[in-house]
């Protein structure tokens, strides 16, 4: 799938709402889904940087987005709620969620890691993903293939020294995938499946690894023809699954 070909007119008529977008891999994959015929809900934490997205993507001449800033370390049960009510408002259906957004938190040892920030990202990576999902599922119904894409990392199957509350929080990811998966399972036609970027040039990759020269790793357009496959029909019924970008990652 790393070389998956999207037919022009993949994701025509479809709705589909992309956290994290207003930077990184989130905003290259809401400016493709959108080229690809999704009208795309820019969800993210900077306003300003979703209307960048929101800019370009009507410069380009795709279908009009929508724009949701949410601060995920804050944001709670009932914001979520009030947002799919606004959604479910303007919407009939919701055809594909990529839970993209994240925060890296520290690269320390478990023995020195704060305790604020370990709230912190697994609020961000982890318990938003459950709220968001929860709330949006009965629009993703509404779908007759709706694709729940989970946004994992090389450390959330293998855990790996000082990657702290992050790695933690993509093994996590991986159990709620599966666990959502499972339950959906002959009952709806929702899929949910996991993909890892592996290393890809963005901030926070950066971040990780700021000795490393980022013209060595791929762009997060190189790694678009999953996240193409995965939210298009092609991909229809294949659901509790585990997808890489790269090799490794
Ligand atoms: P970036 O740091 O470049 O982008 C992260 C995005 O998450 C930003 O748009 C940011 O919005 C958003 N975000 C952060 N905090 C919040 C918050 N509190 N509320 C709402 N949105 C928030 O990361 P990448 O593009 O590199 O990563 C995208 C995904 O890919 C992540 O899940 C990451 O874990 C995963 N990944 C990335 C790899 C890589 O090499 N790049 C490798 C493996 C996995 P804002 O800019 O407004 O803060």
Redesign the pocket.
């Known amino acids: 799938m790393q070389h998956y070909q999207a037919p022009e007119s993949l994701l025509k008529d479809r709705i589909v709402l992309v956290?994290?977008?207003?930077?990184?891999?989130?905003?290259t994959a809401a400016k493709i889904y959108a080229s690809y015929g999704a009208t795309v809900i820019l969800?993210?934490?900077?306003l300003a940087?979703l209307e960048q997205v929101y800019d370009e993507i009507e410069a380009a001449g795709d279908p009009q987005p929508a724009i949701c800033p949410?601060?995920?370390?804050t944001a709670n049960p009932n914001d979520y709620k009030s947002i799919a009510d606004t959604l479910n408002d303007e919407f009939p259906h919701l055809d594909g969620l990529l839970h993209?957004?994240?925060?890296?938190g520290q690269r320390t040892p478990i023995a020195q890691y704060s305790p604020e920030t370990w709230h912190q990202v697994i609020q961000?990576?982890l318990n938003?993903q459950f709220m968001l999902t929860q709330s949006l599922l009965p629009m993703l119904e509404q779908s007759k293939d709706a694709s729940i894409i989970f946004?994992?990392?090389?450390v959330g199957t293998k855990g790996r020294a000082y990657w702290g509350a992050?790695a933690v929080s993509?093994f996590a990811t991986e159990g709620l995938m599966e666990t959502l998966a499972d339950e959906l399972d002959g009952v709806s036609t929702i899929r949910a499946n996991t993909l890892?970027?592996?290393?890809?040039?963005?901030?926070?990759?950066a971040?990780?690894y700021p000795a490393e020269n980022p013209n060595t790793?791929k762009t997060?357009e190189d790694i678009m023809p999953i996240y193409l496959y995965l939210m298009g029909p092609d991909s229809k019924g294949i659901s509790g699954q585990r997808f890489n970008c790269q090799a490794e990652?």
């Open positions: 956290t994290g977008a207003g930077s990184g891999i989130g905003k969800m993210g934490k900077t940087k949410l601060d995920f370390a993209n957004a994240s925060v890296l961000v990576n938003a946004t994992s990392s090389g992050y993509k890892n970027p592996g290393a890809t040039r963005t901030a926070m990759r971040t990780a790793l997060a990652g």
